[in-house]
């Protein structure tokens, strides 16, 4: 396939250097940085920089935050050939999805979201690496309607560039999962370093600590976009965690150790309960 990924971030960039090292498909790129167009050549990441023609594409994958891919879907949909699969690689999908989908069938195109779960503390082209969505799950968000030929080929091309599990769902079956196993662990972690002990804790911290703050540094600007477009989902889940910390709360400052216990308890029971389900899960 000749495939072009607009915007060469983590994930963009990281797209680029998987299709390169493991596919033999063309790959064209291109980024509002000229700067990172000409890291990625110089790096071999790409093939050829887009040269502003989008006519001659199997597929284009919108790397960019989910307000600039729709954006940018939205301004050059007519120029795109009427043979082209688009996708994006955005956090959200739901009434994103949807906005998506509408703009590619007013203009003869087709559309289905693609989410590879997959990422580092630090975004950016030089951060990204080709091996980054090796035995990552990836989430694939046909509609109804969606040809079945379009979904396996974003399948096959999940499966060359490394993916573990492959997961098809709804866009807003996607949102409801992923308010809860994605966003709330990033507004946990970054409420959790807000702590004035964050700047004693060198030394006194394990791995207990680097797991639970490693993802607080992620870019505002995208994960508020993201928060913002799932608030619904989001504010569920988060309603339901104070909840339960309450609980621990009030076991703490009653001194119930037996109170305490039965919850440590149940949690442990929850988790190995989900490791079992995990374990016996197909890939």
Not at 52 to 71: K, N
Not at 160 to 189: C, F, N, R
Not at 194 to 206: D, M, N, T, V
Request: with cysteine.
């Amino acid at each position: 396939m000749k495939i072009l990924v607009v915007g060469l971030g983590l994930i963009g960039g990281s797209l680029c250097k998987a299709l390169k090292k493991y596919t033999y498909h063309t790959v064209s790129g291109c980024d509002i940085n000229h700067d990172i167009e000409t890291a990625a050549m110089r790096d071999v990441s790409v093939d050829e920089i887009f040269n502003g023609d989008l006519s001659g594409f199997d597929l284009v994958v919108t790397a960019l935050f989910p307000e600039a891919s729709e954006r940018f879907f939205s301004d050059n949909a007519s120029r795109i050939g009427g043979n082209t699969l688009i996708t994006d690689v955005c956090g959200i999908k739901g009434d994103f999805s949807k906005r998506m989908k509408k703009i590619a069938e007013v203009n003869g195109l087709r559309y289905i979201g693609m989410h590879p779960m997959a990422g580092k503390e630090f975004g950016g082209y030089y951060n990204s690496t080709p091996d980054l969505f090796v035995k990552a799950n990836f989430i694939l968000t046909p509609f109804d309607d969606s040809r079945r030929e379009d979904t396996e080929l974003l399948k096959e091309l999940a499966k060359e560039i490394g993916a573990g599990k492959i997961v098809e769902t709804t866009p807003d079956d996607h949102d409801k999962m992923i308010a809860y196993t994605s966003q709330l662990a990033h507004i946990v972690s970054s409420a959790y370093v807000k702590s004035p002990e964050l700047r004693l804790e060198c030394g006194f911290s394990g791995g207990s600590f680097q797991d639970m703050t490693r993802i607080a540094t992620m870019n505002e600007k995208m994960w508020t976009d993201l928060f913002m477009q799932n608030r619904e989902n989001l504010k569920y889940e988060l309603d339901l965690l104070i909840e339960n910390l309450m609980k621990y709360s009030d076991a703490l400052k009653s001194g119930d150790a037996e109170r305490m216990m039965a919850l440590i308890a149940e949690g442990r029971e929850l988790k190995e309960d989900n490791l079992r389900h995990r374990v016996g899960q197909p890939n």
